[in-house]
């Protein structure tokens, strides 16, 4: 473990995922040593490769950022869903426990079923319509019953300039078609990763720094500060990418039934952050913002 001058170490689990790269960027600039583990030396899969790899990156704090994401593929492989997000984060955060460290567990809105009229606050019922989302709430479950030391940090339509993310879906699209046709009734915050790096290391250093406290722990909704939905998210990278000499395709607006997929999609996906706010003094931008910067870092910067 670091002492009192030194930076404060994560282990992170994962090598290649959104979040992951997101916290690796942010380290330096932030005063903390971001340790990845992934596979094959940690594999969520094999319960017993988990232990000894976070032991051995020493850390201060513990972030389970991997997870089995694949949403539709889940339908057709609910064990390794439930195998990789339910038992591996268990078993990610007895690990963080037999050492005495926080455990931040990173989830997902798709523990919802999406009818609620309003933003989900973190107290509302449950109520997963697919097998990823039912993972991740046993995910959820698992490691609250492994420690009462760890937060989960619920978050939302995660893109990164790097990864797999709908904006570089829909700017790859775009590059050959004249017109789109996007999900217009499904409503969500976009969460850009580097800003979920910046209040994970913000909630990291205050459940390291402040053991005792038990409001710091629990479960917490972070995701963007503002919301949208898929077809106007479309139009703003649309619009955004024209400004900067790119390409920007008609977006035709559709309904969900339009465009079936395996897993259902919550129609609400909003997630109301005042309790981050509130009790760890962590707010995250309005996604329209961190847009621009993802759309500078992949069409101006390269
Ligand atoms: N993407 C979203 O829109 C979204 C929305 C809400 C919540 N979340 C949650 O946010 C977190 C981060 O998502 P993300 O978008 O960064 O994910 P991602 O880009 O899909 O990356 C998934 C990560 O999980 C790792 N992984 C998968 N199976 C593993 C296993 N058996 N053992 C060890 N590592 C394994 C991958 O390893 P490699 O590095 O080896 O590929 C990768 O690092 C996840 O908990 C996810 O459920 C994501």
Redo the contacts with the bound molecule.
């Keep these: 473990m670091s002492g009192p001058s030194s930076p404060l170490r994560l282990a992170v689990?994962?090598?290649?995922?959104?979040?992951?790269r997101a916290l690796l960027d942010a380290a330096p600039a932030a005063g903390v040593t971001v340790i990845p583990l992934?596979?094959p030396d940690?594999?969520?899969?094999n319960p017993a490769s988990v232990a000894a790899a976070i032991a051995a990156a020493r850390p201060d704090a513990v972030v389970n950022?991997?997870?089995?994401?694949a949403v539709d593929q889940a339908e057709k492989e609910p064990e390794r869903a439930f195998a990789?997000n339910a038992a591996?984060a268990g078993a990610v955060a007895a690990a963080a426990a037999g050492l005495g460290v926080p455990v931040l567990q990173?989830?997902?809105?798709y523990v919802f079923d999406g009818t609620k009229p309003a933003p989900y606050v973190e107290d509302d019922p449950v109520g997963p319509t697919g097998v990823y989302g039912a993972s991740?709430l046993a995910g959820e479950q698992a490691v609250a019953a492994a420690t009462p030391n760890h937060a989960v940090l619920r978050?939302?339509?995660?893109y990164a300039p790097y990864?797999?993310?709908f904006v570089r879906t829909m700017l790859a699209l775009g590059a050959t078609r004249d017109e789109l046709r996007v999900v217009a009734d499904q409503q969500g915050c976009p969460t850009y990763?580097p800003d979920i790096a910046a209040a994970v290391i913000a909630v990291a250093r205050n459940l390291v720094t402040r053991p005792d406290e038990a409001d710091l722990r629990g479960v917490f909704h972070m995701a963007g500060s503002a919301e949208t939905d898929w077809a106007s998210f479309a139009e703003a990278i649309f619009a955004l990418s024209a400004a900067r000499g790119g390409r920007a395709p008609a977006v035709v607006r559709i309904g969900t039934a339009d465009y079936p997929t395996p897993a259902r999609r919550p129609a609400n996906s909003r997630l109301e952050c005042g309790r981050l706010a509130r009790l760890h003094g962590v707010g995250l931008p309005p996604w329209q913002a961190s847009l621009a910067t993802c759309l500078d870092r992949l069409l101006v910067e390269t």
Excluded at 13 to 20: D, L, N, P
Excluded at 42 to 45: A, I, P, R, S, T
């Design positions: 689990t994962g090598r290649e995922g959104q979040v992951v992934g596979r940690l594999d969520l899969e950022a991997a997870a089995y994401t990789i591996g990173i989830s997902t809105d991740k978050t939302a339509w995660v990864g797999k993310n990763a």
